[in-house]
C-alpha cells in the first residue's frame, strides 16, 4: 500500500496534539479525483478544528486531515469523472465532509475545483480560496451586502486573510472602502485600496458616519459598532456568527452571517480578477508541511496580514 505524508488531527486537546505522520494514499470514487497537493491554505479555521470548535457543523470523524483549501494537480480521476484530466493545475475549497489539503495528496470531488490562475503560483492559489469566497459571499450574496459602486463599506479586521480579499473586492465594485486595522497597517491597507483608515486600538467606528454596509471578522463589541453605524435599512455581513446579543437589536438592519457553504462558480468568477492583477492575494509567511505546528500557532494569534500557506511540494 502506498503511504503519504499528512497532518492529522488525533484529538480536540489542541495545536500540540497533531502528528505528522504517514497514512495510505487515499483513493479517489466515482465522481471524485486525487490531487497531488502543492500547497494548502491555512485558515482560523484549521487550528480551531485541533480544539474541537465547530465541530456540531464540520462533523468530522477522528483521525482527521485539516486544510479547507488547496492548489495542486490532478493525479488520477474516478470513473465519472468528466472535467478534469490527470495533469491538470486546479484550485478549490475543500468540502467539509473531506479529509482536508494538510497532506501530499488527497480525495476531492470532482466539482469542488477549477482551473488555477495562470498567473499565479501553488502557493499564491492556495491561500485564496477560503478568505476570497467568504468576502465575496460576504459583499456580492443577492441575500448578503450586495454591494453596489458608490455605497459605503466598513470591513473589519481588514489587514487578516478575508479583509485583504474584501478591501480589493469592494474596491474593485467601485465602493467606497473604510478598513479597520493596528497603526502598523495603515499604509499598507491605504495602498490595497481603502479610502478611509481606522485603528481600532485608538479610535472608535463612531467616527465613520453613517455607511451602508459591515463586514464583521472580529464579532463581540465590534459588532455592535458596526451596526450602530449602519444606516436603516442597510447591512451586516457577520463572519464569526450571530454576536450582535438582542435579536431585536436595529431591526433596520439586514443581518447576513457568511456560513463557508461555498461554491466553485464563485471561485471560477473571481479566477480573471486574479489573473487580470485587479485582485492579489496577500502572503505573510510559507512553512514547510512538516512545520504546521508552527503555521497553526501563527495563525492562532490572530494577528496575521494575510495568509500563511503550507507548501506541500516544495513549491
Ligand atoms: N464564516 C465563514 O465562512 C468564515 C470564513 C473565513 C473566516 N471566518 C472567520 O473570520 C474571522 C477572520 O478570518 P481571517 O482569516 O481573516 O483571520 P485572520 O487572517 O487571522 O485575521 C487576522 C487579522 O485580524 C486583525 N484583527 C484582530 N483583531 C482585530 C480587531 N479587534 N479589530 C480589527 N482587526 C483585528 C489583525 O490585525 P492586527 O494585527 O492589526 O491586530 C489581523 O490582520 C475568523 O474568526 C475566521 O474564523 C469565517
Known amino acids: 500500500m502506498t503511504t503519504i505524508k499528512a497532518v492529522r488531527i488525533h484529538n480536540f486537546d489542541g495545536i500540540d496534539q497533531i502528528r505528522y ?5 487515499p483513493e479517489p470514487g466515482p465522481d471524485e479525483v486525487l490531487i497531488r497537493v502543492y500547497a494548502a491554505g491555512v485558515n482560523p479555521v484549521d487550528w480551531q478544528l485541533t480544539q474541537g470548535i465547530n465541530q456540531e457543523f464540520l462533523q468530522r470523524t477522528l483521525p482527521t486531515v485539516p486544510g479547507f ?3 495542486g494537480v490532478v493525479e488520477k480521476t474516478g470513473s465519472a469523472v468528466t472535467t478534469l484530466a490527470p495533469g491538470d493545475a486546479v484550485y478549490g475549497h475543500v468540502d467539509f465532509r473531506y479529509d482536508g489539503s494538510f497532506a501530499e495528496y488527497m480525495v476531492s470531488a470532482e466539482d469542488r475545483l477549477v482551473p488555477k490562475p495562470t498567473n499565479l503560483d501553488y502557493v499564491e492559489a492556495a491561500a485564496v480560496p477560503v478568505a476570497a469566497l467568504a468576502a465575496w459571499t460576504a459583499l456580492f450574496d443577492p441575500e448578503g451586502i450586495n454591494l453596489k459602486a458608490g455605497q459605503t463599506v466598513l470591513i473589519t479586521a481588514a489587514a487578516g486573510g478575508v479583509g485583504t480579499f474584501a478591501v480589493q473586492f ?5 465602493a467606497r472602502v473604510i478598513a479597520t486595522g493596528s497603526a502598523h497597517s495603515r499604509d499598507f491597507l491605504l495602498d490595497l485600496g481603502a479610502d478611509v ?3 481600532y486600538h485608538t479610535q472608535s467606528l463612531d467616527a465613520v458616519g453613517l455607511i451602508d454596509a459591515a463586514l464583521d471578522a472580529v464579532g463581540e463589541q465590534t459588532q455592535l459598532d458596526c451596526l450602530a453605524a449602519i444606516r436603516p435599512a442597510g447591512v451586516l455581513a457577520s463572519l464569526v456568527g450571530e454576536q450582535w446579543g438582542e ?3 436595529r431591526p433596520d ?8 457553504g461555498f461554491y466553485p462558480q464563485q471561485l471560477a468568477d473571481i479566477t480573471p480578477l486574479l489573473e487580470s492583477g485587479e485582485v492579489r492575494p496577500i502572503i505573510s509567511q510559507v512553512f514547510p508541511l512538516s512545520a504546521v505546528k508552527d503555521a497553526l500557532a501563527l495563525s492562532s494569534s490572530g494577528h496575521v496580514r494575510g495568509k500563511i500557506v503550507l507548501s506541500v511540494d516544495g513549491q
Open 197 to 199: 483608515f481606522i485603528d
Open 253 to 260: 438592519v439586514k443581518k447576513f452571517v457568511v456560513h463557508g
Open 69 to 71: 483549501e488547496v492548489a
Open 21 to 25: 505522520e504517514d497514512i495510505p494514499c
Open 247 to 249: 435579536p431585536t437589536l
Open 170 to 174: 469592494a474596491k474593485w465594485a467601485g
